[in-house]
């Protein structure tokens, strides 16, 4: 087994404006919209900007915004929040 894992997620959001906007502060360089102007419109995040983006929902969390999230995103933020208590950092392909 690898000493990597890279994670992979779909950045969701109906106002493409803001979708772009929420990738560029997640630290995407290259932005490509898929689903545009449909249901499921979103940019895919994987890396240094998905771990930004959960790092964002989680403040936003404990802060008391309704953000709802699935079994397997709970899962995943918490095995990121854990990691970043022990001082580990996940290894990828581009590091």
Known sequence: ???????????????????????????????????????????????KPLEKALRECEVRMVKGEGIKLTANEQELLGRLWDDEKRGARQETLWD
């Open 1 to 47: 087994m690898p000493k990597w894992v890279t994670f992979s997620a779909h950045l969701l959001d109906a106002n493409e404006s803001r979708l772009i906007k929420t990738a560029k502060r997640c630290g995407v360089r290259v932005i490509k919209v898929s689903r545009r102007g449909k249901r499921g419109q979103h940019i895919d995040l994987c890396g």
